[in-house]
């Protein structure tokens, strides 16, 4: 079956860039999704990209697809202690069933 | 505002109980989902409903039965045949299940734990 493959944890220091990256397995992905979870919270949709774009920024966030690799990774500019979260890559394909493939999460730790 | 609201947001339950966890969305959408989250683990999918009146396994459905009586509700029971329950329970639910742009949007979830 379909598989999505994350780095489980990641440290930077406030101020750097962050990028998190994700690998996916089903070529025929057609949006793919970064979610936000903070301690004890449901997930946050941050941001999602068609799978005909190779980047889409929003603010402090640029998501960067590689589809010929199946990698998509999620760039955080100036990292916050605020954006210490789990970061949970997410894809599904639209078909019937709808439903979203997650990766495992990656803890982001931002140190002051 | 619009959302999606899960309750009780702490559980407890004895060996042998079934308990029951609510979800309701005031978003109009139609599909709505039960993931099922462990220490450490990705969501793993429950069960999932596209439409009022019907609804479909997911992944890890033993142990779990489900009712879509409305658009608006999904209630997820947590049978006594669930062995390990003790888990974070998230509800999710989207205005589209196919062709696409199907953004999910999540309740903040429920801690269930077996006493």
């Known amino acids: 079956g379909e598989d999505v493959e994350q780095s489980l944890f990641l440290s930077v220091r406030e101020g750097d860039s962050s990028v998190i990256n994700c690998t996916y397995t089903?070529?025929?992905?057609?949006?793919l999704y970064w979610y936000k979870q903070e301690p004890g919270a449901g997930l946050q949709l941050l941001t999602y990209i068609f799978s005909n774009m190779d980047m889409k920024q929003d603010q402090r966030l640029t998501v960067l697809l590689n589809k010929k690799d199946k990698h998509l990774s999620l760039r955080i500019a100036d990292t916050q202690t605020g954006d210490s979260a789990i970061y949970f890559c997410a894809e599904t394909n639209g078909g019937s069933q709808g439903n979203l493939i997650f990766g495992k999460g990656t803890k982001l730790s931002v140190k002051p | 505002d619009g959302g999606i609201t899960q309750s009780p947001k702490y559980l407890f339950r004895k060996e042998g109980q079934n308990v029951t966890l609510s979800c309701e969305q005031n978003?109009?959408?139609?599909?709505m989902y039960w993931y099922r989250q462990d220490p450490g683990q990705g969501l793993r999918l429950i069960y999932y409903?596209?439409?009022?009146?019907?609804?479909q396994k997911g992944d890890i459905a033993e142990g779990y039965s489900v009712s879509r009586e409305k658009k608006e509700s999904f209630p997820l029971t947590v049978t006594s045949a669930q062995k390990n329950p003790t888990a974070f329970y998230l509800c999710?639910?989207?205005?589209?299940?196919?062709?696409?742009?199907?953004?999910?949007?999540f309740g903040e979830g429920s801690w269930l734990t077996v006493v």
């Open positions: 089903d070529s025929s992905s057609t949006y």
């Open positions: 409903s596209q439409i009022v009146n019907d609804f």
């Open positions: 978003l109009n959408h139609d599909a």
């Open positions: 999710a639910s989207t205005r589209s299940t196919g062709g696409g742009g199907n953004t999910i949007y």
